[in-house]
């Protein structure tokens, strides 16, 4: 079982950025591929990054493609995004998750197990 929690949110103006940490404990995280997900208000929950375990692979949505990168820290059990050039259209609760199923894609929310409790990113104009 692996707990995680996100941390680094908060409210930015357009243009901004912001820096997000997924904390993990209970187990390695360099034992998984993880992922970055979002969800706005009235919305499913939105793929927007993934990495591989050893972090020399990772991959992105569309609508985040050249303005976040993931990043881990296996030594420090934690995975981070950078977010840069955040748009009010960026705004939703962020979540972290270990990539568990590679039956699915990796952009596919059922792929992924023990979600962190979130972090709210707001962009305001």
């Known amino acids: 079982q692996v707990q995680l929690v996100e941390s680094g949110g908060g409210l930015v103006q357009a243009g901004g950025s912001l820096r997000l940490s997924c904390a993990a404990s209970?187990?390695?995280?360099?034992?998984?591929?993880m992922g970055w997900f979002r969800q706005a208000p009235g919305k499913e929950r939105e793929f927007v990054a993934g990495?591989?375990?050893?972090?020399?692979?990772?991959y992105y949505g569309d609508s985040v493609k050249g303005r976040f990168t993931i990043s881990r820290d296996n030594a420090k059990n934690t995975l981070y995004l950078q977010m840069n050039s955040l748009k009010p259209e960026d705004t939703a609760v962020y979540y972290c998750?270990?990539?568990?199923?590679?039956?699915?894609?990796?952009?596919?929310?059922?792929?992924?197990?023990?979600w962190g409790q979130g972090t709210q990113v707001s962009v305001s104009l």
């Open positions: 990495i591989s375990s050893s972090g020399t692979l990772t």
């Open positions: 998750a270990c990539r568990v199923d590679t039956r699915w894609p990796s952009d596919r929310e059922k792929s992924y197990a023990y």
């Open positions: 209970g187990r390695t995280l360099s034992s998984y591929r």
